[in-house]
């Protein structure tokens, strides 16, 4: 299978058949990219989830600038995962509960909105490295899994993508702890995934508890914004534009480095 493959398959056709060929690489889905080793999951990425780093530095369990550090020390070599646990800021246990609640969080969201434009890029390999290859047969089961969960308590998925905003009547005082706080932090803008990231919780155990406050009509995806209207610029076509803000533009490009 070559690097621009399109496939008509879904995504988890195309992993079992990666996984049958003891494939190394990455698959691209519409929100999420998996990458394998040997026909194994390695690891998961989706911008619908929180990524390991930061469930990590966020739950106090890795301060910030350890995880850093082992990201410019190691990420080169894909062997992050590794140097968090050779360095002592982490134990193997830890680093393996961590990274698989990332893994299946990522791959829900992957698998739930793949659509059927799929790439397949050969020997490509993530920089954390192996921690705790899973097989394609597990993942997908978790998945079925959870949304099957997820959808016994409200059936609409758009809850775990889509800005959330409050009813008017939600109160996070009377709610139960763990739901109290994930219905505090709705807004109107942020959507599963910032809250969960926020909390520091998995995103699975966020989406619970929002679409349980769906069920009881708390919560509901936030209105779309229309976009303003787009007026002429004055004097546009014409040749005679102001030279640009050099010190700005070198103050954000200074900005920017520092970060």
Known sequence: MTAATRADRSAPELLDTLAADRATGALTTRSGIFYLAAGHVVHVESAHSPALGDLLTRSGALAPAGWWEAVER?????????????????????????????LFDAAYFALAHDGTALRFRPGVAHWLGAVRPVTVA?????????????????????VDTAPLARTPDADPAVLPPRRGRALALVDGGRTAAQIASALAHRTFHTLVELRRLA?????????????????????????????????????????????
């Open 138 to 158: 597990t993942v997908l089961r978790e998945s079925y899994r959870r949304r099957a969960l997820l959808d016994r308590i409200w059936p609409d998925a758009a």
């Open 215 to 259: 069920a009881d009509g708390l919560v509901a995806p936030a209105p779309l914004v229309p976009a303003p209207p787009v007026h002429p610029v004055p004097g546009a076509g014409r040749a005679d534009w102001d030279e640009p803000d050099t010190a700005l533009l070198r103050r954000l490009l200074d900005a920017l480095e520092a970060l």
């Open 74 to 102: 190691a990420g080169s070599r894909q062997r992050v995962g590794r140097q968090l646990v050779d360095s002592g800021r982490l134990t193997a246990g830890a680093l393996e509960l961590a990274h698989l609640g990332a």
